[in-house]
């Protein structure tokens, strides 16, 4: 069945099943916990995405993390990635608090949805191309719901921005050629659709990047103003 809301999409995420890999280390994760997490119950399956369904600002990640996402079910919650994510959010004023530690913690966003490529957890944060592809329905779905809204979308890393330029094209977005590459800071409007959108890129916001100081929260925070603005948040 073809989700006809982003409610029956987030459902559907949750319940997928479609690469075995994925859905037998994710479910591994869930039962061998980490150390710090043995008293807490992990969500163990595919992770929605997060926010309100007329978002006009969309972010496009990676994957759950195995001990983050995938042990408290919502999008960058419960790791040091959300740490720098959600501080940044409430920095320029896209969330009503600087932190997500689990789904029940009263986090709210404003005008903006967070997804990924990939629902489900990878080893090594690595998904393979099938799995990506396998997953490229749900990211096909939830840009068709949010087409009336969108007006920008922040990508973060190399990974989403690759993933995602196919699905903006087939969504009606007139990508450039050659294609747009990935960068901190890129900036490229799309015709097309329901109304232009306005692209951004972003690194990561991984451990890797932030401990090196390869990205600064003042970093990611210029980039979401941009994006903001650029979506009349």
Not at 132 to 145: F, I, K, M, Q, Y
Request: hydrophobic share 40%; glycine share 8%.
């Amino acid at each position: 069945m073809t989700p006809r809301t982003i409610a029956e999409l987030d459902a559907a995420v949750a319940d997928c099943r479609a690469c075995p890999r994925l859905v037998e280390w994710r479910e591994r994760v869930a039962a061998e916990k980490r150390a710090a997490f043995r008293d807490e119950t992990y969500w163990g399956r595919a992770v929605p995405g997060f926010g309100p369904s007329d978002a006009r600002l969309l972010i496009v990640g990676l994957a759950p993390a195995a001990h983050g996402a995938n042990r408290t079910g919502r999008m960058f919650t419960g790791d040091r990635s959300g740490d720098v994510l959600y501080a940044a959010l409430y920095a320029v004023g896209l969330a009503n608090q600087p932190t997500a530690t689990h789904i029940d913690d009263g986090l709210r966003l404003r005008g903006v949805r967070i997804t990924a490529p990939v629902h489900c957890a990878p080893p090594d944060n690595k998904p393979t191309p099938d799995e990506r592809d396998n997953c490229r329905t749900w990211l096909d779905a939830e840009l068709r719901l949010l087409a009336p809204t969108l007006r920008s979308v922040v990508v973060l890393g190399a990974f989403g921005w690759q993933a995602l330029l196919p699905c903006l094209a087939d969504a009606g977005w007139e990508i450039p050629k050659p294609r747009p590459k990935f960068g901190h800071g890129a900036h490229i409007e799309l015709a097309g659709g329901a109304a232009p959108l306005h692209l951004f890129g972003s690194y990561h916001v991984s451990q890797q990047n932030t401990f090196t100081g390869r990205l600064t929260p003042a970093m990611i925070e210029q980039v979401l103003r941009d994006a903001a603005a650029a979506a009349s948040l």
